[in-house]
């Protein structure tokens, strides 16, 4: 659509005037020198808002209105930001421009849960100048950042600190994952002994045997995997009669088909070099499942039942494999690739696992959890005393007594007597943000609203593809 505009133009009399003749204006319909209507304007800015540039440029090409990316940033530039009343409640946090390089800070209203500000960094400076630019803030909800606390202090000294608990929680876990990291040889669980004598099999009809054995996935990944360990075994005996006859890794790598690593480990070790193939939960197992299968009459479901009756947890299909590699005469590969290892293999349990366990409310626990807690906690002589002072401390910031401060204090001064390092810097910590801790411990307030801002900025700042500068970015999350 062309639009021809007839239009009045006047002429200054004033002859100082820079401006010697000018046309009729109409500001709600056209500005100067645009080249776009001011609806259309509008539009193309709230699309550049929702989706971004390249986005907003895409999906403008579909409507039939093709503009550039470029020329939507600049749309969206023009958008005035909002209008905020200081609030009293601040939630404060960073968000990464590039992670691990640059930081920024987004200011919270979390009476209104709305984002106020963004600043370009997560300097304590900067918080201080901002909040004396904007006076009137009686909470501020923080992470456990000392350059926060620095500004907070600093900008609104009346202010009230919280603490975040998640961060809290994060500390303590931190303090017990490094205690563990000490015991890290002793974080393992041995099974359950398996008993000597066998069950008898349960009592069930047995099933009609079949007049040819059918064709399996199991049966198939056998025959595969038994052609495999033969060609592997004769490639070995033509390596070593290579070696015997002079030959170098080089040339005997590129006779047999090998890559050189492979011919020199093969050499450096005696006899035929074995898989690394890790027992399985039947490895233990195995002189029951043998002493089942000389029986008279057995099937592979009573052998299951029996074995789950001795405290095996696995899968029925686990058991019938392993069957079926003995009745075709041939060794499981957990067997077979490993026969010097010891068929009981203790549980390795991770550093991460076991601090939740020392974290959790014990009301959460499962009965096998509880069981795993016990035996844990037993094996070091501060064990008790250690998971006493973190159950101690975890129920006071779960409960939120309004007595807080006293027993903070108190819980602070046992930490600081214990004989254990990291309890010792936990509550040094914890010491140096008493303040802040307690208000976390009193106060309704946390800054899980502000985390799930910090959520939505990401996936904002993702959207625009690279172009995420600071003018950028905060016109979209306050406007958007």
């Not at 990291?181 to 008993?195: I, W």
């Not at 939505?456 to 995420?468: F, H, N, S, T, V």
């Amino acid at each position: 659509m062309t639009l021809l505009v007839h239009t009045r133009r006047f002429r200054c009399l004033n002859p100082a005037c820079d401006c010697v003749t000018f046309a009729e204006r109409w500001p709600d319909w056209l500005e100067p020198h645009a080249q776009r209507t001011c609806r259309l304007a509008q539009r193309q800015s709230q699309i550049a808002l929702r989706v971004g540039g390249e986005g907003g440029h895409r999906l403008l090409q579909l409507l039939g209105e093709v503009t550039s990316a470029d020329t939507l940033l600049r749309l969206l530039r023009r958008l005035p930001l909002p209008s905020f009343t200081t609030p009293r409640v601040l939630g404060v946090d960073d968000f990464c421009f590039r992670r691990r390089k640059t930081y920024g800070t987004i200011l919270i209203d979390l009476e209104r849960h709305q984002v106020v500000d963004l600043l370009p960094d997560r300097e304590a400076a900067t918080l201080a100048q901002w909040l004396q630019d904007h006076p009137g803030v009686e909470v501020i909800s923080r992470d456990r950042s000392g350059d926060y606390a620095r500004g907070a202090a600093s900008g609104a000294p009346d202010a009230q600190q919280i603490a975040d608990r998640f961060h809290l929680f994060g500390n303590i876990r931190e303090a017990v994952e490094t205690w563990l990291r000490h015991h890290r040889d002793q974080l393992r669980e041995s099974p359950n002994p398996v008993p000597t004598s066998l069950v008898s099999l349960p009592e069930r009809p047995l099933a009609r045997p079949a007049a040819q054995p059918r064709r399996t996935t199991t049966r198939g990944r056998l025959r595969i995997v038994v052609a495999r360990r033969a060609e592997r075994a004769q490639r070995y005996e033509q390596v070593a009669r290579l070696f015997a006859a002079g030959h170098t890794f080089s040339a005997i790598a590129r006779e047999v088909g090998l890559a050189r690593s492979t011919v020199t480990e093969w050499l450096r070790r005696e006899g035929f070099p074995r898989r690394q193939t890790p027992p399985s939960s039947l490895t233990r197992y195995a002189p029951l499942i043998r002493a089942s299968m000389a029986q008279r009459e057995w099937t592979v479901t009573q052998i299951f039942d029996a074995l789950v009756q001795q405290g095996y947890e696995g899968a029925f299909s686990g058991v019938s494999a392993y069957v079926t590699w003995l009745r075709e005469g041939h060794e499981p590969p957990a067997t077979a690739d490993q026969p010097g290892l010891t068929p009981v293999r203790e549980k390795r349990l991770g550093v991460r696992e076991v601090s939740w366990l020392f974290t959790l409310d014990p009301d959460r626990l499962t009965p096998e959890m509880t069981r795993r807690r016990s035996l844990l906690v037993d094996r070091w002589p501060q064990g008790q005393a250690t998971y006493a002072l973190i159950q101690q401390l975890t129920s006071l910031l779960r409960q939120a007594p309004t007595s807080g401060s006293a027993l903070l204090a108190s819980w602070i001064q046992t930490a600081l007597d214990s004989s254990m390092a990291e309890i010792q810097r936990l509550g040094r910590s914890f010491k140096k943000d008493f303040a802040a801790i307690c208000g976390a411990i009193e106060s309704p307030w946390s800054n899980g609203q502000t985390e799930g801002q910090v959520h939505r900025l990401k996936l904002i700042k993702r959207q625009m593809y690279g172009r995420a500068n600071l003018d950028l970015l905060k016109c979209r999350v306050l406007l958007a």
